[in-house]
């Protein structure tokens, strides 16, 4: 599992520069670098909207006595696209403006609580002794 993290770590930084150079290819040097400025510019705008949104949002479950669980889920998705966000390259920021869709997040949500969920804890069977304290004998 190690290696397949160190090895995405590897590969994003190489896909990021090859997905630069062939648009720079495509479309332009200067309409690549305005396509970065303007994916940045938009998630940023989605983030700080979408963020307040949040906080008001856990603020009134808050105030109704609910732990706002979602919120807190919503929360960390952001933090994680705005992280992204920060990132130079269009995958970078392809995934920080997915995280940004409340379906994708809701989707991602629902998708882990399946998978965490454990089962109840089963029966241990053992054998047990009752041994009396040194006290207790004499």
Same mark, same amino acid.
């Given at each position: 599992?190690?290696? !397949?993290?160190?090895?995405?770590?590897?590969?994003?930084?190489?896909?990021?520069?090859?997905?630069?150079?062939?648009?720079?290819?495509?479309?332009?040097?200067?309409?690549? *670098?305005?396509?970065? *400025?303007?994916? *940045? $510019?938009?998630?940023?705008? @989605? !983030?700080? #909207? #979408?963020? @307040? =949104?949040?906080?008001?949002?856990?603020?009134?479950?808050?105030? #109704?006595? #609910?732990?706002?669980?979602?919120?807190?889920?919503?929360? +960390?998705?952001?933090?994680?696209?705005?992280?992204? +966000?920060?990132?130079?390259?269009? !995958? $970078?920021? =392809?995934?920080? +403006?997915? +995280?940004?869709?409340?379906?994708?997040?809701?989707?991602?949500?629902?998708?882990?609580?399946?998978?965490?969920?454990?089962?109840?804890?089963?029966?241990? %069977? =053992? &054998?047990?002794?009752?041994? &009396? %304290?040194?006290? %207790?004998?004499?």
């Amino acid at each position: 599992m190690a290696w !397949l993290i160190l090895a995405g770590i590897v590969a994003l930084p190489v896909i990021e520069i090859a997905l630069f150079v062939k648009s720079a290819d495509l479309i332009g040097v200067m309409a690549t *670098v305005a396509l970065a *400025v303007l994916a *940045v $510019t938009s998630g940023g705008i @989605l !983030l700080r #909207q #979408q963020g @307040l =949104a949040l906080l008001w949002r856990a603020r009134g479950q808050l105030a #109704q006595g #609910q732990m706002p669980v979602d919120e807190a889920f919503d929360g +960390l998705c952001l933090a994680v696209a705005g992280f992204l +966000l920060i990132l130079p390259g269009f !995958l $970078t920021d =392809a995934m920080a +403006l997915v +995280l940004l869709l409340p379906p994708v997040r809701r989707s991602l949500r629902s998708w882990l609580g399946r998978a965490v969920v454990t089962s109840p804890p089963g029966t241990i %069977d =053992a &054998e047990y002794h009752v041994i &009396e %304290d040194a006290k %207790d004998r004499h």
